[in-house]
């Protein structure tokens, strides 16, 4: 499973962003996207469907390093 920072930074790099570029895109500080990116912050959820439409890529991808094809199912009897 690729850590949030991988998946956020690999998505930006992808679309040719900068940190200052995707933070403009998104109408944040490009503090507090660099912080996300490190795992020191939370994004809230607005913003987890800000940046996944700015990137093009679904929340699940960008925040918890799975697409909806891979996400684990519950387990019988638990």
Known sequence: MRTR???LTAARTA???SIEGLASLVGVSSSLLYKIE?????????????LSHALGASVD???????GASKPQAVAGR
């Not at 490190?38 to 800000?50: C, D």
């Open 5 to 7: 920072r991988t998946a």
């Open 15 to 17: 679309k040719g962003l």
């Open 38 to 50: 490190e795992g020191t912050r939370n994004p809230s959820f607005a913003l987890m469907g800000s």
């Open 61 to 67: 991808a960008l925040f918890y390093g799975v697409d």
